[in-house]
């Protein structure tokens, strides 16, 4: 296949440990992150990232990587070529941000009264976002979708975004948190990169993801093919059997950045 572009995640994808570009899951200093990139560039291939993190962040980050255009705040919006493009459903800001409006829906609080020692907000990374509420702890998401349906804010859901490193003592008895977004029920990384090929004019079979969640692994309905990361199987075993249920989902031998380079490698070896 010709690709065209790489849409991928940051933490554990292209990041390795302490969310390095430079080092893999142990520490271990490797180039294989960047060598994705180099692969993609030389072959004429666009990169996108797609990740949780806010706005100011990703910015950043995809400034620093030659990126024209990245996915925020776990695909509430898209921002290409200096355009931001707010995908949560009409839902947008004004007097008060997104992520404003959604505290005046009493959900945040409702979701931290309700589930008090299993979830609290992901300190410091929850503040001066733009959308989503971000938490971190263990809980059910299907069960947190239901709760918010019987309470009548059934515009908002909670997106889980993959197991983190951060270990809190206020988490009784959770020895792997993972991140969780409260966003707009129709905000989401496939929604998002859904977007950004329609843009662009990619084909399905012109692109592929790389990602570690169960939100990442959503884009696998747009892309041709999507690349879950081995660290992510390993940590949460329900996800690769997930993966192995759809029929475009490959996961890799290779964890972190060298699993970025392995999608990318291999993509464009068939595509030789």
Known sequence: MTLRCLYVDLDGTL???????LHDEEGIFSLLGVRALQACDRAGAEVVIFSGRRRAQVFEDARLLGMTAFIFEAGSALEIDGEC?????????????IHDQISSTGAPQMLLDRYVGRLEYHDPWHLDREVSHLFRGLVDVDEVDALLEAEGIDHLRLVDNGAIHRHSDTLVGIESARAYHLVPRGASKARAVARHMQIRGYARDEVIAAGDSREDLGAAAVVGTFWLMRNAVEK????????ASMDNVRVTEERNGAGVYEAVVTTLAIGD
């Open 15 to 21: 990041l390795g440990r302490g969310a390095s570009l």
């Open 236 to 243: 949460e075993p329900a996800l690769g059997a997930l993966a």
């Open 85 to 97: 493009e707010w995908l949560t459903d009409g839902i947008e800001p004004g007097e008060l941000s």
